[in-house]
């Protein structure tokens, strides 16, 4: 069926580090590619998006990759931040229509570390 | 900036009680979302609308009913609480096609 998923629940970084965050889909008709941040206690807090008809969007301190062949999106921080720490989740469109229903992948929890 | 509101951020209720989260959104989304969080599910859709009393189900409406009388706003109804509904329960809108944006979330418990 369909599904998002990210391919590690935790990831550690150095503060000042890049951090890369990776995310699979299995829907191939998906067209429209979301992340999100969701810091403890807030609601989730969108950073970037993509679109499939390109491979690469970049944004202040973020890039998100988009690979269609092996259905595979990343998102990656540069010079990663305290303020970086948080649950990441990818989304993606489910199915044709305009009603914009998405399907979350379960979420990454991004340390940094001091 | 967008911003979505929801009424409360904590709220304590009792088995059996009827329950109502209103959401509110000033950008003039046509769609409207609620899904609720729970550890290791992540979020999962409960209801959606796509115009003024229009509602569709997601995939875990059970238990629950929308409402949406006006353009920007989008109310939960818990129609009798049990305690397997105690969640974060978020509330998202969006233009057609496009990125949603959530609510800071309400928190529910139910004793």
């Known amino acids: 069926g369909e599904s998002v998923g990210l391919h590690l629940p935790t990831l550690s970084v150095q503060e000042g580090d890049n951090s890369i965050i990776n995310c699979a889909y299995s829907n191939s008709a998906s067209d429209y590619f979301i992340w999100y941040k969701q810091e403890s206690g807030k609601g989730p807090q969108f950073i970037i998006d993509i679109r499939s008809n390109m491979d690469k969007r970049q944004g202040q301190r973020v890039t998100v990759l988009l690979n269609k062949t092996v259905k595979h999106l990343s998102l990656q921080i540069a010079a990663t931040q305290p303020g970086d720490s948080a649950v990441y989740f990818c989304?993606?469109?489910?199915?044709?229509?305009?009603?914009?229903?998405?399907?979350f992948g379960q979420g990454t929890t991004l340390q940094v570390k001091p | 900036d967008v911003k979505v509101t929801q009424s409360s951020r904590y709220l304590v209720k009792r088995t059996g009680e009827k329950v109502f989260l209103e959401c509110v959104q000033d950008m003039d989304h046509e769609n409207m979302f609620w899904y609720r969080q729970d550890p290791g599910l992540g979020l999962r859709l409960i209801y959606f609308?796509?115009?003024?009393?229009?509602?569709e189900k997601g995939d875990i409406p059970e238990g629950y009913s929308v409402s949406r009388e006006k353009k920007e706003r989008f109310s939960l109804i818990l129609e009798s609480a049990s305690t397997n509904q105690t969640s974060m329960y978020l509330c998202a809108s969006s233009r057609q096609g496009n990125t949603q944006y959530f609510g800071p979330g309400t928190r529910l418990t139910v004793l």
């Open positions: 989304a993606e469109t489910k199915g044709s229509g305009n009603t914009g229903k998405l399907i």
């Open positions: 609308s796509y115009d003024v009393k229009m509602k």
